[in-house]
């Protein structure tokens, strides 16, 4: 167990380091002539020089092979330092990146946040009433529009939910004017994310429903609803809570698009035009955070799941 | 286990709520009695730095904090130059290259902690003196400053100015001292007067001078907030030289002498300004062109400016968001959509009456700014036949672009000036813009020879592929594409379109990487000069000139042309030389869009100034009559 | 003699498996009614996307600007677009889009995904540790943000300009590559567990107990036993293709200018929708629908009828 455990952390900052590498690369390759694009085109080479110098990008890319210098005097040991410790800087606004996490995440989670939630309670609640109701025509219709749902295009979704605020509600279509209108792009999310989630929450309540105790529960008198409540949703938690796990590192970062739609000015928001910008440390803080809480969630999904559940494997 | 699903439901209803409670916490723009202007803006703001300035948001929310020595006179038209931090228009000296300008008296900057804080824990402030100026130029001139438009128009200009920029380069970009070289052609005579010295005769120097990125700069400024930071407690600590930047980024950093104060910068979201205590030196005119004092423009003659208290700025970067928050009467004024337009003006150009009952009121007016595809001179396809060139702009049916992508906001642009410039006329249009099929097919023909000739045709003797960049990624830039490979196709001519980000284009365009691609100018100041230079060839070096266009003849009319004192003569000039660029085609020219505007009736004074920034202040809000209609 | 006798029998046995797991699987198919629809409604796309273009040539230069933002008529089913042009057509050609980035980026992804997989499980060691550590790091970033820098990454690359494999990075070929080198992990999850079960199976042993070499192995007896697995996958992986498509388009990092697609029409939307224009975004919308509905319940029940042990 405690093997185990060490050798996940292990991995673990084995993956938080391959993400920085191919995130450090990725985003350089990006920025192409980067001191070129944020000092404009009529920048001379003595100007770009000097700005290389100055944000630290004259540095050998990974390894330092000139005489004289440390070896790790590098753009990547430069880069780890930095965006571990979120100390980087963006090139726009020179704006320290933990500040301008601390001003927008809030905004972002707003969004996500309830979305999970009540994502996570409407999908309980018509899961287990599609399984309680099993191959009956409520389950069949219900799986059918979990099918359609998932089936629709996420921006439709998106698209078609703005367009009806503005016929119904023209002032909360957009802009957080009123704290309420953070809902729309809330039930927008929850809409869309409905679907998949009913059909996977069914297929793990429906797992348990066919096993002994449940049979042995019925065939001494206990009527189904009784077991449903007291027993089956309780051991159908640990799997759908790992996949609440799972989802929240993807809540600081929000939802991309719907931050788009609505003018949100959350860190989804602040990604895209950062990626614009080409303002590289900001994507690549705002990316190793993201990966970094992923890690982090896992690993303790895993752990926790080696604690109450002895039947998994450690492997 | 009922207690678990009631704990469960709980919980989820509390992170339901949650976001409300934080987002009802938030900051709350509570102006109290105050009357403020609302309005949306539609894109990012780039720079709050008055050197930095390069883009029409941020020079348009600039305006309302800096102020340079000169300004435009509000009603009038055509425009009129007016002293603004000025006393009056400047000496000249007999050989036209000495300035003299006469500061007023008491300008007051905003109250800022670098002129000190009071006591109370109020801020200081100071009077505005000749140095400021000098200072602000000289940071135009910085090289470690990316001025890229400000410096454009002083470069070589102004006697040691170059050799200040040049020096520059040896300095690191934290050391500040470079700031106190001594500029030859920049002379503070006393705390009122300021001389300027110039290489040669530069009569726009005066309109220069009238752009707000110019405007004064304090050096408290630079001492206090760019070399120091807060340190423990309320002592400040210098900044090391190696992590300074020379560009001021934060709001507290602003100081100008403008009518507002930005107080609150959220970015790409929120800017709010306020009053300026120190403010003093503003009124509303007392004249206009015929038509202002029946339109109501001059009830307000007189009055100390500003009248609104508070301007509430939103960015909102999608277009129906916008126009439906100023249909719910969320805010002031707003521009028409492209797509709603024909649900708002009548066929022939006017209000619909279901708006103009609802107490819209329309104002049209065409800004001078024309846009175009540029071709790139020094392209091997390209720059080797102005028959193509000819064929290419024969073809393009600019009326159809207009009704098809712009709702008919706009006229067909028909030579490279503006319309409203008074060199437009006398040049008149160009013989080849114009829609004329079987011309261009004529010139099309003429263009094979002559490609042929040079060996710039393909191996099958066809036209090569034609990539053409727009600077845009968006659903209506990708429309504009489409529509161009469409003008091209019947033709015969094989079109690529290539979409960027805005930078990646402007560094193609320097790289001189494209052949075709959109561009588009707005004009500064009134004077011709403003457009031509852009095909002026030692301007290529400079970057300004784009299409990379050179022509001897043309060059020399230029280089007389900008010493010219006398305005008639130089129309008479630049007509010759818009000839020149008639004939030999270096742009295809596309449109000059007409702008609409709508504001409802209690807003009081409105007027566009076609160059002028900063002219918020003449707005007035009728408050009683807003909360009336349903308003704010 | 005799000890080598029974080895072609246990070897044979697998191999007999999969030949009737696939004669199985097929006749369980073609029995189920709504499978069958969905074959049909994929082929019908696939030829869609084949055809389309012999159908409508000169698409492109059918503008028509006096009949445009036509809302449905008779003339025009779904409606003309903002430069007239009929858009049902636009529609038809849009299957082309998605269905070659559907193929191309599985058929880059899956194989890769299978190699990997295949090479991790089987050997074991430093190579499964790099393996594992190459697909959690990947699945460590949100895909979205990986896709869009490397398909900013890709801005302006042209690849063998002139030659007939051309690759234009910043247009189609660009997604291609781009969905193909990040969609792997599922796969490769999933091959490589499986190879790791395999493995130790009797006749692995055994196979390797008579003495094969372990790349004739690896060939010879676990390959085609995963096949099936990278079938599914293949069927399933389309759907996220296709998905994600529409949402670079969106973003303006999807098709060239002038590629009719279901992602830039339903961008259109955006300046369409609220001047009441829907029938562009609905056509693209429903096309779309119909084949994510079609390649679902296809994949699914192919999965089932494949392999039965996989059925969530």
């Known amino acids: 167990m405690g093997a185990y455990v060490i050798r996940r952390l292990v991995q673990a900052v084995f993956t938080i380091f391959g993400v920085m590498l191919v995130t450090f690369l990725l985003f350089r390759v990006v920025a192409g002539d980067i001191a070129g694009a944020h000092l404009g085109p009529k920048a001379t080479e003595q100007q770009k020089r000097e700005w290389l110098k100055k944000y630290g990008y004259d540095r050998p890319l990974l390894i330092n092979r000139q005489p004289d210098t440390r070896w790790y005097d590098t753009q990547f040991a430069h880069y780890v330092s930095t965006t571990a410790t979120f100390k980087t800087r963006s090139l726009i606004n020179n704006e320290k990146l933990s500040d301008t996490i601390l001003e927008r995440a809030p905004y972002s989670l707003a969004i996500t946040v309830p979305a999970l939630a009540l994502g996570w309670a409407l999908a309980m609640v018509v899961s287990t009433l599609v399984a309680y109701y099993r191959a009956s025509l409520i389950d069949h219709v219900g799986v059918f529009l979990a099918v359609l749902g998932m089936c629709v295009p996420y921006l439709a979704f998106i698209m078609g939910g703005q367009w009806l605020m503005f016929k119904v509600a023209p002032s909360m279509a957009y802009g957080l004017a009123n704290p309420f209108n953070i809902f729309v792009p809330v039930v927008i999310s929850v809409v869309a994310g409905l679907g998949g989630s009913v059909r996977f929450y069914r297929t793990v309540i429906l797992d348990e429903t066919t096993r002994d105790y449940v049979r042995t529960a019925q065939a001494k008198g206990v009527p189904l609803p009784s077991v449903m409540f007291k027993h089956i949703l309780k051991n159908c938690m640990l799997p759908i809570l790992t996949n609440l796990i799972m989802a929240i590192p993807f809540l600081i970062m929000g939802s991309l698009l719907l931050e788009l739609f609505f003018g949100i000015p959350g860190l989804g928001d602040l990604l895209l035009s950062s990626i614009t910008n080409r303002d590289e440390p900001i994507v690549s803080g705002l990316t190793f955070l993201t990966a970094l809480i992923y890690v982090l969630g896992t690993l303790a999904t895993d752990i926790t799941y080696v604690i109450f559940d002895p039947r998994v494997e450690l492997t | ?632 | 003699m005799t000890t080598t006798a029974p080895n072609p029998a246990i070897l044979a046995a697998p191999v007999q498996q999969g030949r009737s797991l696939w004669g199985d699987a097929f006749r369980r198919l073609r029995r189920d009614p709504a499978a069958v629809a969905c074959f049909l409604v994929i082929g019908a796309y696939v030829a869609l996307a084949v055809g389309a273009v012999y159908w409508y040539p000169d698409f492109l230069e059918t503008q028509n600007y006096s009949e445009r933002n036509l809302p449905p008529s008779a003339d025009h089913w779904f409606g003309t677009d903002v430069f007239g042009r009929d858009v049902l057509a636009k529609t038809l050609l849009g299957a082309r889009v998605s269905m070659t980035v559907g193929f191309m980026a599985n058929a880059i992804a899956v194989p890769l995904g299978l190699a990997l997989g295949v090479l991790g499980g089987y050997f074991g060691k430093w190579i499964d540790d790099l393996v594992v550590w190459l697909y959690t790091t990947l699945a460590s970033i949100p895909g979205i943000i990986l896709l869009i820098a490397l398909k900013y990454a890709f801005q302006g690359i042209i690849l063998f300009e002139g030659t007939f494999i051309e690759l234009n990075l910043s247009g189609i070929h660009g997604l291609y590559i781009a969905l193909g080198v990040l969609s792997w992990i599922g796969t490769c999850r999933i091959i490589r567990a499986e190879t790791l079960k395999l493995k130790s199976l009797d006749y692995v042993t055994a196979a390797r107990a008579s003495g094969q070499g372990r790349v004739r192995i690896l060939v010879r007896h676990i390959v085609p036993n995963l096949l099936h697995l990278a079938i599914i996958n293949f069927t399933l992986g389309f759907v996220g293709a296709i998905s994600a498509e529409v949402i670079l388009s969106f973003l303006g990092l999807g098709v060239e200018v002038g590629t009719p697609s279901w992602g830039t029409m339903i961008n259109a939307a955006r300046l369409d929708l609220v001047v009441g224009r829907w029938w562009e975004a609905v056509a693209a919308c429903a096309a779309m629908f119909v084949i994510v509905l079609a390649l679902n319940i296809f994949g699914d029940r192919l999965r089932d009828a494949l392999d039965p042990k996989l059925r969530i």
Not at chain 2, 17 to 46: C, E, I, M, N
Not at chain 2, 282 to 288: D, I, L, S
């Open chain 2, 1 to 632: 286990m009922g207690k678990f699903y009631a704990i469960a439901g709980l919980l989820v209803l509390a992170l339901v709520l949650a976001p409300v409670g934080f987002l009802a916490l938030r900051k709350k723009a509570d102006y109290g009695d105050r009357t403020v202007l609302y309005q949306t803006y539609s894109a990012k703001v780039k720079s709050i730095d008055p050197a930095t300035c390069g883009d029409t948001t941020s020079a348009s929310m600039q305006g309302q904090v800096y102020e340079s020595l000169y300004t435009y006179h509000y009603l009038k038209r055509p425009v009129e130059i007016i002293p603004q931090l000025a006393a009056e228009m400047p000496e000249i000296s007999e050989d036209s290259r000495i300035y003299t300008f006469r500061l007023k008296p008491n300008i007051h900057y905003a109250p800022n902690p670098c002129f000190g804080i009071k006591p109370d824990g109020s801020f200081r402030t100071r009077t505005v003196r000749a140095d400021d100026f000098a200072l602000g130029l000289k940071r135009v001139a910085d090289f470690h400053l990316q001025t890229p438009l400000a410096w454009s128009f002083l470069s070589e200009r102004i006697v040691g100015l170059d050799e200040y920029r040049a020096r520059c380069e040896a300095y690191r970009e934290g050391d500040f001292s470079r700031y106190d070289m001594e500029v030859e052609g920049l002379e503070a005579v006393d705390d009122l007067t300021l001389r300027i010295h110039l290489k040669a005769p530069f009569p726009q120097l005066i309109y220069v001078l009238a752009m707000q990125t110019y405007a004064p700069v304090p050096r408290e400024l630079i001492d206090y907030h760019l070399a120091t930071e807060p340190g423990p407690g309320d002592e400040r600590r210098p900044i090391p030289i190696s992590r300074r930047t020379a560009q001021i980024t934060q709001v507290e950093q602003i100081v100008g002498t403008g009518p507002y104060q930005l107080t609150h910068w959220q970015q790409g979201a929120l800017m709010v300004f306020e009053r300026n205590p120190e403010y003093r030196h503003g009124f509303y005119p007392t004249e206009g062109e015929p038509g202002d004092a029946e339109a109501g423009l001059l009830d307000d003659a007189g009055k100390p400016l500003p009248f609104v208290d508070v301007l509430h700025y939103e960015c909102i970067l999608e277009d129906m968001p916008a126009w439906l928050r100023f249909l719910s009467r969320q805010t002031d004024v707003s521009g028409i959509p492209r797509d709603v337009f024909d649900t708002v003006i009548t066929p022939d150009r006017d209000l619909l009456d279901k708006w103009a009952k609802q107490g819209l009121r329309l104002s049209k007016f065409t800004d001078p700014t024309v846009f175009w595809l540029a071709f790139n001179m020094d392209d091997p396809v390209m720059g080797a036949s102005k028959s193509l060139r000819h064929a290419m702009c024969l073809a393009f049916n600019v009326e159809d672009l207009i009704e098809v992508l712009y709702n008919g906001r706009g006229r067909r642009a028909v030579n490279v000036l503006p319309s409203s410039f008074p060199a437009h006329p006398i040049a008149g249009p160009g013989p080849y813009y114009r829609y004329d099929m079987e011309e261009a097919r004529r010139q099309l023909d003429q263009a094979r020879s002559e490609l042929a000739a040079v060996g710039r045709l393909d191996a099958n003797d066809q036209f090569p592929l034609l990539t053409v960049d727009l600077g845009g990624r968006d659903e209506t830039s990708r429309r504009m594409g489409e529509f161009i490979r469409q003008q091209f196709e019947p033709l015969g001519l094989r079109v690529r379109i290539e979409l960027n980000d805005w930078p990646t284009l402007q560094q193609k365009v320097h790289n001189k990487q494209c052949q075709l691609y959109a561009m588009g100018w707005h004009a500064d100041y009134p004077d011709a000069e403003n457009f031509l230079q852009l095909y002026y060839g030692p301007n290529i070096e400079k970057g300004t000139n784009n299409s990379n266009y050179r022509n001897p003849e043309f060059d020399a009319l230029y280089d007389q042309v900008t010493v010219m004192p006398d305005e008639h003569d130089r129309n008479e000039v630049y007509a010759r030389m818009v000839h020149m660029l008639n004939e030999d085609c270096p742009v295809l020219l596309l449109v000059e869009p007409m702008y609409y505007v709508l504001t409802y009736d209690w807003v009081k004074g409105y007027k566009r100034h076609p160059f002028a920034y900063g002219m918020t202040k003449h707005l007035r809000i009728d408050t009683q009559l807003r909360r009336e209609m349903g308003g704010r």
